[in-house]
């Protein structure tokens, strides 16, 4: 199970972005999917995750709520991190991977993960 996260980039305070995360051969609707972040000397921080199932309950940190909403797209079998009011201390590589717990609360638990995307958030 490998996943693809993409869309970072360089934003100034204040201003958006949006992640998406891409399966490479499996479905994402079978998997709670979650999106986490680390930066070199902290600890990794799950900030979001959506479950599995049809009602697709989701979960957003304390840190981000508010700002940040994770979504998923079964059609085109991908989920989403948009990301509005951005601010510094945002960034970091941030990585999507399927949650073990599919989703039963932010507990880092993750099963498969791939490469992050950069998100720097800079004026």
């Known amino acids: 199970v490998q996943l693809q996260a993409s869309g970072g980039g360089l934003v100034q305070p204040g201003g958006s972005l949006r992640l998406s995360c891409a399966p490479a051969?499996?479905?994402?609707?079978?998997?709670?999917i979650g999106w986490f972040r680390q930066v070199p000397g902290k600890e990794r921080e799950q900030i979001a995750c959506i479950s599995s199932d049809s009602a697709s309950r989701t979960r957003h940190a304390d840190s981000v709520e508010g700002r940040f909403t994770i979504s998923r797209d079964n059609v085109e079998n991908m989920v989403y991190l948009q990301m509005n009011d951005l601010r510094p201390e945002d960034t970091a590589p941030y990585h999507c991977?399927?949650?073990?717990?599919?989703?039963?609360?932010?507990?880092?638990?993750?099963?498969?993960w791939g490469p992050g995307t950069q998100v720097t958030v800079s004026s």
């Open positions: 051969g499996f479905t994402l609707a079978d998997y709670g």
């Open positions: 991977g399927t949650d073990d717990l599919d989703c039963r609360g932010l507990h880092n638990a993750f099963g498969s």
